[in-house]
């Protein structure tokens, strides 16, 4: 089968899958790929092919393209919506062209609502059953946001999806469908954790498709819509200019008087380390991000401009390369260096530290308590009487005086909470554990639902 010749590459930290597939002949097409090539290319050394094509859905908003890396690394020929007008050498591609990939076929529809210049591309062998990349258009269970170019184009884009789903539910009942966002981005708002499935399915499941009215269809989607990181306004643009090709991924070792003078220049702290390790000593003035799949998502919401110098913070366990890649995939190449030797290097040279204490469940005063998940989340289950302030607004919020105890759905989104409330001149901070469900178990609580 056609499928059989497509490996999904998941980005779980994004909620996105690029795919690599097969040509057939040592050639591979790969499909909405980020900056970060590392899994690509895992996959492509495995099943021994090269990259040739680089093909673009749309412009993306949520990570930085790594098309032009492979055109420059690897000479892949770049596809795209001619109506992207993209500022650097590529193939553009309008409604209903064809490209012969030698032997496959792929066909370009225009699906235009989650950007104006979406395309689908159905890929074909002969006659049989399709493959289909959607992109942001038809999701598995949903379809992406519409409100990431403008205000302005919100509902026209929401009513431009309503026709695109319904060009692409024409399609057979066995044709596969591969999205590129699905659980997990915040360019959609998907209701499951499947990231593939059929047309047959999702005629059947998707209560977007079983919506017949153009007027009821834009309420549905918008009012499915939450909040999303502030990078999503640039990205595509620099998309749409071709990013910078990077270079190693590497952390030079700075010195703790280096880092003193880089912070009284106006670099920031990111401490990546894991939730105690911070809590027990930390930089005073330190942005707490722990380094795992969704680190990229919350470097760019939390801080604001791209081209602030960052100094990492980290334990000798975790990988430097990480740490880069994922800044770089959502456009912040501007980490100079991380601390040598730590906090523990930090500390004995004089400078001062500072901690975080951890709150006990059991004791809890629930009216002290913020929860900094995002307002779907905190609707489905929450500590009751907690507050609910998302982390990407918390900065800027305004709290009752006295003490303060983040929680989110583990830890960690607590502790970077904590340490932004801290950033902001806040000395009475404490980090729950536990998230809601090993709240109630702890106390014997019930969580609360809300509509």
């Not at 859905?57 to 055109?71: E, Q």
């Not at 209560?207 to 990205?235: H, Q």
């Amino acid at each position: 089968m056609l499928a059989d010749r497509v490996t999904a590459v998941l980005d779980d930290g994004l909620g996105n899958q690029a795919y690599l597939v097969d040509l057939g002949d040592g050639r591979a097409l790969a499909l909405d790929p980020t900056v970060d090539l590392r899994a690509l290319d895992r996959a492509a050394d495995r099943r021994g092919l090269r990259v040739a094509y680089a093909a673009e859905t749309h412009l993306h908003a949520d990570f930085v393209s790594g098309a032009v890396r492979l055109a420059r690394r690897d000479g892949a020929r770049v596809i795209g919506s001619a109506a992207g007008a993209r500022r650097f050498e590529h193939l553009g591609m309008d409604d209903d062209d064809v490209l012969d990939l030698g032997g496959l076929t792929m066909r370009a529809w225009a699906t235009p609502g989650h950007t104006e210049e979406h395309l689908t591309y159905l890929l074909a062998d002969g006659d049989a059953p399709l493959v289909v990349f959607t992109g942001g258009s038809l999701i598995v269970g949903a379809a992406a946001r519409t409100d990431l170019v403008s205000p302005e184009l919100t509902v026209p884009l929401a009513r431009a999806q309503f026709r695109s789903l319904r060009r692409l539910a024409g399609l057979p009942d066995d044709t596969v469908v591969l999205p590129t966002h699905g659980a997990g981005s915040f360019c959609s708002a998907p209701p499951g954790s499947d990231r593939t499935s059929t047309i047959g399915r999702e005629k059947a499941t998707n209560p977007l498709l079983r919506i017949e009215d153009e007027d009821a269809f834009v309420e549905a989607l918008l009012g499915s819509l939450g909040t999303y990181p502030p990078y999503f306004s640039r990205l595509s643009g620099t998309n749409q200019a071709g990013p910078a090709v990077p270079g190693p991924a590497e952390l030079a070792p700075l010195s703790v008087a280096e880092v003193v003078g880089l912070r009284a220049a106006g670099a920031e702290v990111v401490d990546v380390r894991p939730v105690l390790d911070y809590a027990a000593a930390h930089l005073p003035g330190s942005l707490a991000i722990t380094l795992r799949g969704v680190f990229a998502t919350w470097l760019g919401w939390l801080v604001p401009d791209p081209s602030t110098p960052l100094v990492i913070v980290r334990n000798d366990d975790q990988d430097p390369e990480e740490i880069v890649w994922q800044a770089r995939k959502v456009g912040y190449d501007g980490i100079v260096g991380e601390l040598a030797g730590g906090v523990a290097a930090w500390a004995a040279s004089g400078q001062a530290t500072t901690a975080t204490p951890i709150a006990d469940p059991v004791d809890l005063d629930v009216t002290r308590v913020v929860d900094v998940r995002q307002r779907g989340e905190y609707a489905a289950g929450h500590v009751p009487g907690a507050g609910n302030v998302e982390l990407g607004a918390l900065g800027t919020a305004s709290l009752p005086d006295g003490p303060v105890v983040t929680m989110c759905g583990h830890s960690e989104r607590a502790t970077t909470g904590a340490s932004v409330l801290e950033r902001a001149g806040r000395t009475d901070v404490s980090v729950l554990p536990v998230g809601p469900a090993d709240w109630a178990a702890a106390t014997g609580g019930a969580v609360e639902v809300t509509a």
